[in-house]
Structure formats: structure tokens, C-alpha cells
């Protein structure tokens, strides 16, 4: 167990939809990190908050947007869903603000299937 | 390069025997390099990590090594078992515009079997 939680573990919705995924990070981690994970594309990063502020951006789309509340929580919120969509995503946090040398420990992830 | 899903390597061994799994990573500028392991149903596990400057780092009864001159990493497992059996992705990360982000660049995967 990382100590990373992740709800839900399973999420089935229809295109078009709209949906939040939510992460909490290990206690005293202030960095959270997303993930997609698909067949085709493999493990991709998504986005990096720290201490609740945009820190690093990857190939997020423009549907997808993502935040964190003082509580360090973080939510991935998916819009306007489309078939690609469906993949398995991953929430990571670590203690700082990703330097190198930085654990990134992973939650179990949230397997979102559109229908 | 990016990462790609399908077709996933595979590594068959026997438990007890020793194995090494290799990872190929493009971008010279990448410094730092981690191993995880990524079981059915969950999500990647760190196993151990190198900098740039070393070329080789043992834990336990794990050992990265990094060959710089020709961009390459393994990870060898010793005595492997049934355990061990899972997906093991290698990971970049890179300075970026002068900042270190925690972007991490994840290889493709390989997947290694250990049949008792």
C-alpha cells in the first residue's frame, strides 16, 4: 500500500459525460501527479500540482482539467468523454516539488470505461 | 521515445534464475532514471532509481545499471520468483527549461513471467 487513495476504482459512463476522479496523496506529500495509462499510448503524465498550484504539464487535453484544494487532495475532472477516453488513471504524490531524485508513489488508479 | 502499449516485450524465467530486463531511452539530457513494477490491478510500485553520474546501483537483490555511452538500462533481479511476476517499466526524468519537474517518461514495459 502506497498510501496514495484513489476513488473510484471503477467508473463506466457514456460519451459525452463529464466525471471526477479523486486522489489523496500520502500524508506530508505536497506534489500530485496524473497518469493515463492505455493500451495503446502506454503510461502517460497528465499534469503536476504542488501545494495547490499548476507545477508541470503534459499531453492533457483541453476536455480534461485537473486541481488541488488545500487539503492537498486532487481531482481530475474528464469532460465531454469519447471512447479514447477509457484507460486506467493514476494519481502519484511525492514530499516536494518533483525535483529529481523525488519518489513518485502511485495509487492504484481509477479504470474509467465509455460506453 | 514515447511510450508504446502493445506488444509488450516478455520475459519467460524460471524461478531461481537470475533476470534482466532492458530499457532503451532516447533523450541524452535525461538524468535520472527509475525502475517500477507494476502488478495486475495496481498501479506502479517504485523498485529503485539511478542518477546520470553512477552507472551501476544495487538494492535489494535488484541492480540497475546505466550505460550512458549507448543510452541503455537494466534492471537485474536476482533469484527470481513467482513474486517477481509483473510488468517493469523504466522512467525518465529530465530537467526541464531549467527546472526540475516531476514529469516522468515511462518506457513501453516488459512483461516477466516466473514459473515456479
Redesign the interface.
Known sequence: DSGVTQTPKHLITATGQRVTLRCSPRSGDLSVYWYQQSLDQGLQFLIQYYNGEERAKGNILERFSAQQFPDLHSELNLSSLELGDSALYFCASSVGRGHRGETQYFGPGTRLLVL | G?????HLPTLSVQEGDNSIINCAYSNSAS??F?W?KQES??????II?I?SNMDKRQGQRVTVLLNKTVKHLSLQIAATQPGDSAVY?C?E?R??GGT??????????TILTVHP
Not at chain 2, 2 to 6: F, H, I
Not at chain 2, 100 to 109: A, H, I, P
Open positions: 514515447e511510450s508504446v502499449g502493445l538524468d535520472y527509475i517500477y490491478g495496481k498501479g506502479p510500485q517504485f532509481d542518477r517499466f522512467a526524468n530537467e526541464a526540475s519537474y516531476g514529469k516522468l517518461t515511462f518506457g513501453q514495459g
